[in-house]
């Protein structure tokens, strides 16, 4: 099991490129989530997808859009990056939002420099 | 924001020495969750605690919780050096887990 992948794990964007990050999850989990950790900010929820279908946003979500593509794969898009997206971006599964465990699972990150 | 705060920001211990870390939150929960980051890496999920439940124990790891004062305690017992890291505490309630600003934990050998 690969557990929770991202890809890329470096980019540079130039201000106002566009790029989308991928994820996907072999542990047949149902809710799916994306992150962005800046220093001194922890970790904040930018979208997630409580199961196959749903959205919704999290606290961060301005410029940014998201697909969930089927159960496996969830997608974070850029349209047109800005400075202030320069960050860390992790995705992170679990079994199913609000169950009793809820305990998530994250890829090892994206790190993106928007210039 | 139901958003959880570790306290202290940042604490440097002796190998063999105890570390103990905090956590605060703001509103009702379902129940509480510790990670840890290793420099450059994912989150690692630690540890879960209920909001019906006030202690839990995994190998050095106990974690209590006080939903009358809104907060959570981490201790690690007997602290190795592979412990440094960063440590996260995280709600789970009405939203998605919101994570805190977390504990940066050096452990010297």
């Known amino acids: 099991n690969a557990g929770v992948t991202q890809t890329p794990k470096f980019q540079v964007l130039k201000t106002g490129q566009s790029m989308t990050l991928q994820c996907a999850q072999d542990m047949n989990h149902n809710s799916m989530y994306w992150y962005r950790q800046d220093p001194g900010m922890g970790l904040r929820l930018i979208y997630y997808s409580a199961s196959e279908g749903t959205t919704d946003k999290g606290e961060v979500p301005n410029g940014y859009n998201v697909s969930r593509l089927n159960k496996r794969e969830f997608s974070l898009r850029l349209e047109s990056a800005a400075p202030s997206q320069t960050s860390v971006y992790f995705c992170?599964?679990?079994?199913?939002?609000?169950?009793?465990?809820?305990?998530?699972?994250f890829g090892p990150g994206t790190r993106l420099t928007v210039l | 924001s139901q958003q959880g705060e570790e306290d202290p920001q940042a604490l440097s211990i002796q190998e063999g020495e105890n570390a103990t870390m905090n956590c605060s939150y703001k509103?009702?929960?379902?129940?509480l969750q510790w990670y840890r980051q290793n420099s450059g890496r994912g989150l690692v999920h630690l540890i879960l605690?209920?909001?019906?439940?006030r202690e839990k124990h995994s190998g050095r790891l106990r974690v209590t919780l006080d939903t009358s004062k809104k907060s959570s305690s981490l201790l690690i017992t007997a602290s190795r050096a592979a412990d440094t890291a960063s440590y996260f505490c995280?709600?789970?309630?009405?939203?998605?887990?919101?994570f805190g600003k977390g504990t940066r934990l050096s452990v010297i050998a």
């Open positions: 605690i209920r909001s019906n439940e």
């Open positions: 995280a709600t789970d309630g009405d939203t998605p887990l919101v």
């Open positions: 992170a599964s679990s079994e199913k939002w609000r169950i009793a465990r809820n305990e998530q699972f």
């Open positions: 509103t009702s929960i379902n129940n």
